[in-house]
């Protein structure tokens, strides 16, 4: 048997020992080991102590009205407003809502508007740019060209008889 | 003093619901019949964990009329939220998981230094009826008496979450699973939550040994 003392998730066994719950054959497994294991019957003795000072801790008793005082404020809150019931119910509920759980459809609900505003909006990047304007186009550029428009066009003709 | 007569269930999704927790328990099917208007069933329930839910929060709190008031709590909160009631556990666990979260968050509001009386004061404690039956010695009294400061101081001591998980788990000998699901954590970390809390107690109550 793994020793308790020397690895932590075997603890259990000692606390489930000294409060009497291991079955028979893992009781005396266990008083097996503690015959041999020092540091083991140390710990269960250390704490067999606390269990013996903690089982001496008695509290006082329940007041003799605490019945008659909860009925008392179970009527009440039966004849209240019914709006003042519901929000006893919204606002002290048994257990805390879990607000996470309202949060999944919440969020379910986000992404899907946001896939669909992106399938039907069109992509900047399939939106046909501007043209260039004007006034970004480089003059010496737009002279080049001309000019070497010119040296491709073919001289005109003289007029017959001029010479 | 029960609001309602006993009505015997004709609604078949209770019979179904009955079904399934006849395994469970018996507290989860009066629970059902609490469900369905019965308040005796109520009363009953109210009968079976009225001091168990009350002493679990005076050990947390440390304050009579605190834990008497944060019990009536419990207990009402219960009662109000009878018609949504699934039985999908233990009713013990649901029961001992509404008691831990007042008192936790009793302790995290800090309402504890408000509603504390001093654990040098003579508290009222069924210890001390005990030991007068039996006629103990002055000395035997006082010995007792400075002994129980000592258990409550290191109780109290504890972190909140160990502190429930040591009390459920001594005192209302609940199981690993039900402490989990009472402090919204996993068997695993109840487990740890104990192991260091009987730590802190075994070093702190040493030297009463002996």
């Given at each position: 048997m793994n020793c308790p003392t020397k690895r932590n998730e075997d603890a259990e066994i000692l606390l489930d020992y000294c409060a009497q719950t291991l079955s028979p054959l893992q009781t005396a497994e266990f008083e097996l080991h503690l015959k041999q294991c020092a540091d083991c019957s140390r710990l269960v003795e250390a704490q067999q102590e606390v269990w013996g000072a903690?089982?001496?801790w008695t509290p006082p008793p329940v007041s003799i009205n605490f019945d008659a005082r909860l009925y008392a404020r179970i009527t009440q809150e039966q004849a209240a407003p019914a709006w003042r019931q519901w929000l006893s119910r919204i606002f002290q509920p048994a257990l805390p809502y879990p607000f996470w759980k309202s949060a999944i459809p919440l969020t379910a609900a986000c992404a899907l508007l946001t896939v669909t505003l992106y399938v039907r909006t069109p992509d900047a990047a399939t939106v046909p740019q501007p043209q260039l304007h004007a006034d970004k186009v480089d003059i010496e550029?737009?002279?080049?060209?001309l000019e070497d428009f010119d040296i491709l066009t073919p001289p005109a003709q003289a007029p017959a008889g001029s010479m | 003093m029960p609001l309602n007569p006993a009505q015997p269930s004709a609604n078949p999704g209770v019979k179904k619901d009955m079904e399934a927790v006849a395994a469970l328990d018996r507290d989860a099917e009066l629970m059902l019949r609490v469900r369905e208007g019965d308040d005796t069933s109520f009363a009953l329930l109210l009968e079976r964990h009225r001091g168990p839910v009350v002493h679990f929060l005076y050990r947390m709190v440390q304050n009579p009329s605190v834990s008497e008031e944060l019990a009536q709590e419990?207990?009402?909160?219960?009662?109000?939220?009878?018609?949504?009631?699934e039985p999908t556990a233990k009713f013990t666990t649901w029961l001992f998981r509404i008691a831990t979260h007042l008192a936790l968050n009793w302790v995290?509001?800090?309402r504890k230094e408000k509603g504390q009386e001093s654990l040098d004061e003579q508290v009222v404690d069924g210890v001390d009826r005990q030991v007068r039956d039996r006629q103990p010695t002055i000395e035997q009294t006082m010995l007792h008496e400075v002994k129980m400061t000592e258990v409550r101081r290191a109780i109290d001591a504890l972190p909140a979450k160990q502190r429930a998980a040591v009390l459920m788990h001594k005192y209302e000998e609940l199981e690993y699973a039900q402490i989990a699901r009472a402090l919204s954590c996993s068997e695993s970390a109840v487990k740890s939550l104990l192991f260091r809390a009987y730590e802190s107690l075994r070093s702190r109550l040493a030297h009463l040994a002996g």
């Open positions: 903690l089982e001496a550029q737009v002279e080049q060209a | 419990v207990f009402l909160r219960v009662y109000r939220s009878r018609a949504t009631y995290r509001d800090g």
